[in-house]
């Protein structure tokens, strides 16, 4: 009889931990299924891909509240597990639940307890500092039941140890696969091109960007211009940012783009600057790289680890509008010095790709 394997993951629909389920299934359906059987627990069936080998058991009310979600996690998947009799169950969504399993695990993606806010940031995203509040409380919940924890990145492991004394993390990378569309021309602009694309969160750190601007514009003010993906429609600190920058001819509201739109600025602008104080990756950086054109980012640990091995990046304090306007004005007087930079050293637990992990998650047993 084969051994069962279950993916949990009731509370996911989309964004980036929605994209790894569906790297996770599809790898589980091609190179597991024929020597285990998989069951997936999922909100709706119309968030996952088309398989042929998993068993999907839907939970559409785990979405309609955390009355639902936490009745799930805590009291009815311990029954369920008891039913089924899982080898592993993986938590792909941050909580671990009390199951009974040969092997438990969960994928940790919230960085939010690790971010240091302030009462603005509190009334400019509430639901940000909330989850900041509560998620340092949700994490350590059964953190301990796991005979691993799996984070995307070095600097995440090192927080998880330091705040939970737990041992047994695995950095898995997420698995990107990033192309550029074939129909992407590059254009030649008369002024120089910045850009930073994000969805407005306090953290994602806009107003650098803006004060360096106003510096930078006392002297070259008709040689560039900077696009940032808001139009201050989108929240309260979208609101913010456009109220009180938005006088400054040099930046451009352009408001949210598409995946396709924003390929396409990446290859007309000429730097990506990436300012934010917090991230698990930073997929921009990832994707701007593809394009070998210099990118101005944050000083911090994530940030280090996405660049990995690239000699057109550097780094400024997230916090220090004068150095980002000096390298801004360095950038424009084509003096801008680049360090080669290496690969952040890798984690000794450590999972390259999915099968690498699941070979850990199968095949090892770390103590709980």
């Known amino acids: 009889m084969k051994r069962l394997i279950i993916i949990s993951a009731v509370n996911l629909k989309n964004g980036g931990p929605a994209f790894i389920l569906h790297d996770f299934l599809n790898y589980l359906d091609a190179s597991l299924a024929s020597s285990y059987k998989i069951i997936a627990l999922v909100h709706s069936k119309s968030v996952v891909p088309n398989t042929k080998n998993i068993r999907y058991i839907e939970f559409p009310k785990s979405t309609s509240s955390y009355v639902y979600r936490l009745y799930y996690e805590y009291f009815y998947f311990y029954r369920l597990s008891k039913e089924l009799n899982p080898y592993l169950w993986l938590s792909l969504h941050d909580i671990s639940p009390r199951v009974n399993a040969s092997i438990q695990?969960?994928?940790?993606?919230n960085p939010s307890p690790f971010y240091k806010f302030t009462k603005k940031n509190f009334f400019l995203d509430k639901n940000f500092s909330l989850m900041n509040l509560l998620y340092k409380f949700i994490y350590q919940i059964n953190i301990r039941r796991n005979n691993f924890v799996i984070v995307q990145q070095n600097w995440m492991k090192d927080e998880f140890k330091k705040m939970f004394d737990i041992k047994n993390v695995?950095?898995?990378n997420p698995n990107i696969v990033i192309s550029i569309p074939t129909?992407?021309?590059?254009?030649?602009?008369?002024?120089?091109v910045f850009f930073f694309p994000s969805f407005p969160r306090v953290f994602k750190n806009f107003e650098v960007i803006c004060d360096a601007v106003n510096i930078v514009n006392e002297k070259y003010n008709d040689m560039f211009e900077v696009l940032i993906t808001i139009d201050g429609n989108e929240n309260k600190y979208a609101q913010m940012i456009y109220k009180k920058y938005k006088d400054i001819k040099n930046i451009k509201f352009i408001g949210l783009q598409t995946r396709e739109k924003v390929f396409e600025i990446y290859a007309?602008?000429?730097?990506?600057i990436f300012p934010s104080r917090l991230e698990t990756w930073g997929l921009p950086i990832s994707e701007y790289k593809l394009f070998n054109k210099p990118i101005?980012?944050?000083d911090l640990p994530y940030a280090h680890e996405t660049v990995g091995s690239y000699n057109k990046a550097i780094f400024f304090k997230p916090n220090d509008k004068k150095m980002l306007a000096s390298y801004i004005e360095a950038f424009l007087e084509n003096n801008l010095i680049f360090a080669k930079h290496s690969a952040v050293k890798?984690?000794?637990?450590?999972?390259?790709?999915?099968?690498?992990?699941?070979?850990?998650?199968?095949n090892s047993r770390a103590n709980k």
Do not use: G, P, T
């Open 105 to 109: 695990a969960v994928y940790c993606h």
């Open 170 to 172: 695995i950095v898995a």
């Open 183 to 192: 129909n992407i021309k590059k254009i030649q602009n008369d002024k120089k």
């Open 268 to 272: 007309k602008s000429d730097c990506l």
């Open 296 to 298: 101005i980012v944050a």
């Open 346 to 362: 890798k984690s000794r637990l450590r999972a390259e790709s999915l099968s690498q992990l699941f070979n850990i998650l199968l």
